[in-house]
């Protein structure tokens, strides 16, 4: 990332870095008048094994003599020639301070425009997937592929043209869309009790014909490996914008695992967990993701990060790891922010 691009970075995703990378307590302060406002922004990186601030340097502002800029944003540096890998540095800062208009008297009978709601965009949301008990009926499956220079083709690209065996009673449209989709089953880490069935989904396709006994498709979209036997359901679009939410009081649960099956995770990752609709989770809401560690006077619990609430089913949900201090693993624990 060039520094130039670092600096258009439009206002949207300052006042995420605000909401979500700050720690609380450090995200604004007000002065004693009440009509001036000052907010910090930042944007992070978290340092890796054999990294310096040289190739840091090079790599995000794209000219090496930029290193003394990133000591300076990062006193907690005390050698730039040896970086702990996990730490994590600010690579960009902002400071600014907005003036605040004291609120006038509206005449009587006017109505007031509220402010807008702070939220969080999330442009992969499409590609997220979710945990459920109960099943979705398939609409159909991919049963193979259209290629001329093949007898078979195992990668399933876009653009691919596919057949399609419909489900029973299940309507395939030309012009209408679908998302793929495959099942996996998922169990507790912590209590190894059965939570459902992960809906992990591969792409969108687009009916273009129907035939008689199948069906073909387009692939508009390929989210990751398509393969044959891979499942429709209809495509419902999901809006980016996640609006932030207050948190569900004395929540605490666990984090069922990653959606890429991982065995540790970090920033970025979508992942579920063990708490959903009847427990009032929704999306927007922001919680602490900790660990217990056991000392021999008490159990201590130690902070890993936080996680955002992007989707919910009825017992599950579908997060967001927007912060991660320390490596995650499934069966971490997420409670309520505390003061």
């Known amino acids: 990332m060039r520094l130039g691009q670092i600096w ?29 406002i000052t907010v910090e922004s ?16 090079t790599r ?28 994590k540095i600010r690579i960009f800062q902002q400071e600014q301070t907005q003036h605040i208009a004291r609120a006038s ?12 709601a702070p939220f969080y965009r999330y442009s992969s949301i499409d590609k997220t997937g979710f945990i459920r008990r109960d099943k979705i009926a398939s609409a159909g499956k991919i049963f193979a592929v259209k290629f001329s220079s093949e007898n078979e083709k195992h990668m399933i690209r876009q653009d691919d043209i596919v057949y399609i065996k419909p489900a029973n009673g299940a309507k395939l449209i030309p012009g209408t869309s679908f998302t793929i989709f495959r099942t996996l089953p998922v169990r507790n880490p912590v209590t190894g009790t ?17 035939e008689k006994g199948y069906t073909t498709a387009r692939i508009l979209r390929s989210f990751r490996s398509i393969s044959v036997n891979d499942q429709l359901m209809p495509y419902a679009p999901r809006s980016p914008k ?42 927007g809401q922001r919680y602490t993701i900790y660990a217990r560690k056991p000392y021999r006077e008490a159990t201590v619990a130690v902070r890993l990060g936080t996680l955002l609430v992007i989707g919910t089913q009825k017992t599950t949900a579908t997060v967001l790891i927007v912060q991660a201090d320390k490596s995650i693993r499934p069966g971490a624990h997420f409670r309520t922010p505390r003061p």
Request: aromatic share 8%; net charge negative.
């Open 42 to 57: 930042g944007l992070y990186y978290t340092i890796q094994k054999g990294d310096t601030l040289w190739d840091i340097a």
């Open 105 to 116: 008297k509206a005449p009587a009978g006017a109505s007031e425009k509220p402010p807008a």
């Open 242 to 283: 996640i609006t932030l939410a207050r948190s569900v009081p004395d929540t605490d649960g666990y984090i069922l695992g990653a959606e890429e099956h991982m065995a540790n995770f970090g920033d970025d990752t979508v992942a579920f967990i063990d708490k959903g609709q009847q427990d009032h989770i929704q999306p």
């Open 60 to 87: 995000l502002y794209g000219t090496p003599a930029a290193w003394p800029q990133l000591w300076r944003l990062n006193p907690q540096i005390a050698n730039p020639h040896r970086l702990t890998p996990g730490m």
């Open 8 to 36: 258009r970075l439009n206002a949207a995703l300052a006042m995420l870095a605000v909401l979500l990378l700050l720690p609380a307590g450090t995200l604004c302060a007000q002065n004693t008048t009440g009509d001036r």
């Open 194 to 210: 059965y939570v459902g069935m992960q809906y992990y989904l591969t792409g969108i396709a687009e009916i273009v014909g129907i």
